[in-house]
């Protein structure tokens, strides 16, 4: 017996690696979420999520914020007023060049930052109990080297 024709063994096959990591992002974004909500950052939206993902806004001008959402400028900094407006952040002059903005985080920006760095780390600690230390560290490198895959490629 050969276990089956072969429409039965590609749909017992696991799914193509986007939509396995389509969850797990769901995962974290409902968490980080429910974490900020938690702490009493209710007006934080999951659009501004964004803003604030890893290496975070500290620093950066308004333009790599949008390259690395994928957002359009226009649409990042419509983002950026509405977390400004709400005293998350500032966007001032960039002191080399004062032409350019630079976003900074104001307090309230850093305490949200630090709800979602130790919801990072629940999460990590999580996932690493469950699927076991090596197996855990041999998925964080993978993820890093496609990271570094989509930087070289421009996210493709």
Do not use: C
Not at 40 to 49: K, M, S, T, V
Not at 83 to 92: F, K, Q
């Amino acid at each position: 017996m050969s276990g089956g024709s072969t429409k039965e063994q590609a749909s017992r096959a696991a799914p193509p690696v986007p939509a396995l990591l389509r969850r797990p992002a769901m995962v974290v974004r409902h968490r980080m979420m429910e974490r900020l909500h938690d702490a009493g950052f209710g007006d934080i939206l999951p659009a501004h999520l964004g803003v604030f993902q890893y290496p975070g806004p500290e620093g950066q001008r308004p333009g790599v914020l949008a390259a690395r959402t994928l957002a359009s400028k226009q649409a990042m900094n419509h983002l950026l007023h509405q977390l400004e407006t709400a005293g998350y952040l500032l966007r001032e002059g960039h002191p080399m060049d004062r032409r350019t903005r630079v976003v900074r985080l104001t307090d309230r920006g850093w305490a949200a930052v630090g709800v979602l760095r130790a919801t990072s780390l629940e999460i990590e600690e999580a996932w690493r109990r469950s699927l076991g230390e090596r197996v855990y560290a041999d998925l964080r490198d993978a993820l890093f080297a496609l990271e570094t895959v989509l930087d070289e490629n421009g996210g493709a």
